[in-house]
């Protein structure tokens, strides 16, 4: 769910602020009786599983926005602050060996605490941005926009949480330029170019941490829990991908339709486990 509520602060200047949730409860449950055809051939008693999972996200967006339109020039600005939070838990125990199955996988007390397993876990992220975008055009023949984001992770290192990512974009749109207002021929012509950087955070939970994991081995011919330390990247920080377009619409007596792209793309930075 999710509520809104929009203000016009001017004239011209707009204000909306939006909150939602969304919110995943799972409950899984499994009991295999006693008397189905395998478990009486094996050993004669049930198995079962109990479980449930939750993940909840969180989100907040306000925007404030400026348009405005003068003569021959059109103008807008927008503000935008966004925070998003995610956390995810989930427990789960199974089991073999009930030896009655009236009360099934509800009461895990009765099964073989040799073939009990259990699992549990819970992690989450937050993600914060600020972004600005500014748009002009005049007699809509010449455009730009410009955007600049600086976004917050919290899966990256100390020092490298935040990060920044402009890009801007032009565009000419010939076609209406008095030279070929009324041609009959080229009925659209638009060249258009942009630069602009973007930002990846898809690498996981906690990876700039080192972090303590369990493992089993063998002491003295008996099964031990231990713990090993995994590797933190305190200098983890966001992947980036720079690319350069070029390229232009033509439209022929309004029937044949040309569209025609070049394009670079360069990633560095890349988030990837060595």
């Given at each position: 769910?999710?509520?809104?509520?929009e203000?016009?602060?001017?004239k011209?200047?707009?204000?909306?602020?939006?909150?939602?949730?969304d919110?995943?409860?799972i409950?899984?449950?499994?009991y295999?009786?006693?008397?189905t055809?395998?478990?009486?051939a094996?050993?004669?008693?049930?198995?079962?599983?109990?479980?449930?999972?939750r993940?909840?996200?969180?989100?907040t967006?306000?925007?404030?926005?400026?348009?405005?339109?003068?003569?021959?020039?059109?103008?807008?600005?927008?503000?935008v602050?966004?925070?998003q939070?995610?956390?995810?838990?989930?427990?789960?125990?199974?089991?073999?060996?009930?030896?009655?199955?009236?009360?099934?996988a509800?009461?895990?007390?009765?099964?073989?605490?040799e073939?009990?397993s259990?699992?549990?876990?819970?992690?989450?992220?937050t993600?914060?941005?600020?972004?600005g975008?500014?748009?002009y055009?005049?007699?809509?023949?010449?455009?730009?926009?410009?955007?600049?984001?600086?976004?917050g992770?919290?899966r990256?290192g100390?020092?490298?949480?935040w990060?920044?990512?402009?890009?801007?974009?032009l565009?000419?749109?010939?076609s209406?330029?008095?030279?070929?207002?009324?041609?009959?021929?080229?009925?659209?012509?638009?060249?258009?170019?942009s630069?602009?950087?973007?930002g990846n955070?898809?690498?996981?939970?906690?990876?700039?941490?080192?972090?303590?994991k369990?493992?089993?081995?063998?002491y003295n011919?008996?099964l031990?829990?231990?713990?090993y330390?995994?590797?933190?990247?305190?200098?983890?920080?966001?992947?980036?991908?720079?690319?350069f377009?070029?390229?232009?619409?033509?439209?022929?007596w309004n029937?044949?339709?040309?569209?025609?792209?070049?394009?670079?793309?360069?990633?560095?930075?890349?988030?990837?486990?060595?």
């Amino acid at each position: 769910g999710d509520i809104y509520a929009e203000f016009q602060l001017l004239k011209n200047l707009k204000f909306k602020t939006t909150w939602g949730a969304d919110i995943n409860n799972i409950r899984k449950y499994s009991y295999t009786s006693s008397q189905t055809a395998t478990n009486i051939a094996t050993n004669g008693t049930g198995a079962g599983n109990n479980a449930y999972h939750r993940n909840i996200t969180k989100l907040t967006e306000n925007m404030l926005t400026y348009n405005n339109t003068w003569g021959n020039h059109r103008f807008s600005a927008t503000g935008v602050y966004s925070w998003q939070d995610y956390v995810y838990e989930n427990l789960s125990i199974s089991g073999k060996g009930f030896q009655n199955d009236e009360t099934g996988a509800w009461d895990m007390g009765l099964a073989d605490r040799e073939t009990m397993s259990y699992a549990s876990g819970k992690y989450g992220n937050t993600l914060i941005s600020f972004t600005g975008r500014f748009t002009y055009a005049y007699k809509d023949r010449y455009l730009m926009t410009a955007t600049a984001r600086y976004d917050g992770s919290s899966r990256f290192g100390t020092n490298n949480k935040w990060g920044f990512f402009p890009s801007v974009g032009l565009g000419w749109r010939i076609s209406e330029e008095t030279f070929l207002a009324n041609n009959k021929v080229i009925t659209n012509l638009k060249l258009r170019g942009s630069y602009g950087i973007t930002g990846n955070q898809e690498i996981g939970n906690y990876k700039s941490l080192a972090q303590l994991k369990s493992k089993n081995y063998i002491y003295n011919d008996a099964l031990m829990q231990g713990f090993y330390e995994t590797i933190g990247n305190p200098d983890l920080k966001w992947e980036r991908t720079k690319q350069f377009d070029l390229g232009f619409d033509l439209s022929l007596w309004n029937r044949i339709h040309l569209n025609v792209d070049y394009y670079s793309r360069r990633t560095s930075d890349l988030l990837y486990d060595v």
